[in-house]
């Protein structure tokens, strides 16, 4: 198997806060570095192997993505030095996983196959089928929690609980759904159908900053256009561009990330799998051929970029 990067330590940087998927250094008072490692989540747990490029991925598809909405809000994003490394704005994080959903899909439809029709406080319609769109998108906030699950909570609570400024969650949500329009256009004209997605937001100098990462396939679900109506009428599942995959994989070896639950390994076919979808997302939705870059003597890059950021000789 290709190499992978599953945890990095860049000398004289210190340890990293990390993340499911990012090891984060503090470079200065304004700047981070983020390293996106080949580490994949479902379920809010880090699975056992790496998956060959996904770090590359996400980070120059996020770049890519953070260009085409750059005119709705300010980013975090200040350049991308190496494929697997970004320079951000180092801003304080709102501790709230903006989610905005189109369809009803993944924790959405398994929610509502229970019997529930509130999420987040929004009341869903009756006689929806699985996969079929809203009459209009939905946002159901999460709380970020620092291990374990994040759990959904209504937009209200969000407020009465004093998680977030009144004035700071108006402009939140604002971003939120023209982020989720624009992604939506950028998705259709690539043959795609943006289906959810989650946002993050923090505070830049005061200033509301999109953070992490925008409509990459960690953070969004993808259904493949040219189809999706036939299946849909025929009760098929669409077929997908997006991590749904790994999520249903672990389901049927047991998963879901609850208490007893036993954490299966994926064999080499199926992380070469990973590996692929991954790509096909990121050639769908740039047009671009996708050129991996060797992972190894990747330290010495990545610390001469953040060598030059701090002003290190």
Not at 83 to 100: D, F, L, Q, S
Not at 117 to 140: D, K
Not at 145 to 151: I, K, L, N, R
Request: glycine share 10%; aromatic share 10%.
């Amino acid at each position: 198997m290709t190499d992978t990067i599953g945890r990095t330590d860049i000398p004289g940087y210190g340890e990293p806060y990390r993340g499911k998927v990012r090891d984060v250094y503090r470079l200065g008072a304004d700047r981070i570095g983020l390293v996106a490692t080949d580490r994949i989540s479902a379920f809010d747990h880090i699975l056992p192997r790496a998956i060959p490029y996904k770090g590359q991925v996400l980070n120059l598809l996020a770049a890519y993505q953070f260009e085409q909405i750059s005119d709705i809000v300010e980013t975090h994003l200040v350049e991308v030095p190496h494929p697997n490394v970004t320079i951000g704005k180092a801003c304080m994080g709102i501790p709230v996983e903006v989610v905005v959903r189109g369809y009803l899909a993944g924790h959405a439809a398994r929610t509502y196959a229970a019997g529930g029709r509130y999420l987040c406080g929004v009341r869903l319609p009756e006689g929806l089928r699985e996969n079929a769109p809203f009459p209009s998108p939905i946002l159901t906030p999460a709380t970020k929690a620092v291990e374990g699950h994040d759990e959904d909570i209504s937009e209200a609570d969000l407020l009465r609980q004093g998680k977030v400024d009144p004035h700071i969650w108006e402009q939140v949500r604002t971003y939120a759904f023209r982020l989720f329009e624009r992604g939506t256009r950028i998705a259709a004209e690539r043959g795609l159908i943006l289906v959810d997605t989650k946002y993050e937001f923090g505070l830049f100098h005061g200033r509301v900053v999109l953070m992490d990462e925008v409509h990459t396939p960690d953070s969004s679900r993808y259904f493949m256009a040219d189809d999706y109506e036939e299946r849909l009428k025929r009760g098929e599942k669409p077929r997908q561009l997006s991590k749904e995959f790994v999520r249903e994989w672990l389901m049927g070896h047991g998963f879901q990330g609850r208490d007893g639950d036993v954490m299966p390994t994926m064999d080499d076919a199926f992380v070469e799998h990973t590996s692929q979808r991954y790509i096909e997302l990121y050639e769908r939705l740039t047009g671009r051929p996708f050129v991996p870059t060797p992972v190894r003597g990747y330290n010495e890059t990545v610390k001469a970029a953040f060598d030059r950021v701090t002003g290190r000789p």
